[in-house]
């Protein structure tokens, strides 16, 4: 007779310990069953004493309370251990982004902020220049529109860029993946 063979007829007494005596570690719960009825550790022995102790039920039920009080202190601490993991990430992506508005490197924390000034600025030097422009002599007013337009295409390209950047970098230091409306527009499941 082996673990397996003993399992239902333990079940049938304490269900938690006749399943873990089924199971892989099925020799170390029939020591426990064991020990707790006073026999010797074999399936033979601890199937004899389950036909014969009129008390091996009352036994088994003690056995099978003090098991689950395991279980759920071993998954208390499990849990312990994964909120304190997740705790830990997240205060590690806290410093992360403390750290980088912290920046005290003037070009990488304000490159970006130039281009945007630099657009500004540009945007009102153009329309001074318009001004002038048209002034001075109206019939050059369709070449430097096309300048003008070729100016704000360009700029507003590159601080659309810089900001999206900014955006995903944001984004990716608090653990979250950007969305575009490119990716929206793959990833979507089709209809059937």
Not at 1 to 18: F, K, L, R, Y
Request: proline share 4%; aromatic share 4%.
């Amino acid at each position: 007779m082996n673990w397996t063979n003993i399992a239902n007829t333990v079940a049938s007494m304490a269900p938690t310990v006749g399943q873990a005596l089924a199971g892989p570690a099925g020799h170390l719960v029939g020591q426990a069953v064991s020990r707790i009825l006073g026999v010797e550790n074999t399936p033979d022995a601890i199937h004899e004493a389950l036909k014969t102790d009129p008390a091996a039920a009352v036994k088994l039920a003690e056995l099978e309370t003090q098991l689950k009080q395991s279980t759920l202190e071993h998954d208390t601490r499990r849990q312990e251990i994964e909120h304190g993991a997740r705790t830990d990430q997240l205060k590690s992506i806290n410093t992360t982004m403390q750290s980088e508005l912290s920046s005290t490197d003037g070009f990488k924390s304000r490159w970006r902020s130039a281009i945007g000034w630099t657009m500004a600025l540009s945007f009102g030097w153009i329309s001074v220049m318009l001004g002038v422009a048209i002034i001075l002599d109206p019939s050059q007013l369709a070449e430097v529109m096309d300048g003008i337009v070729m100016l704000i295409v360009s700029m507003g390209a590159v601080l659309g860029v810089n900001i999206r950047q900014v955006s995903v970098e944001r984004m990716a230091s608090m653990g979250q993946r950007p969305h575009s409306l490119m990716s929206s527009i793959l990833t979507r499941p089709r209809a059937g």
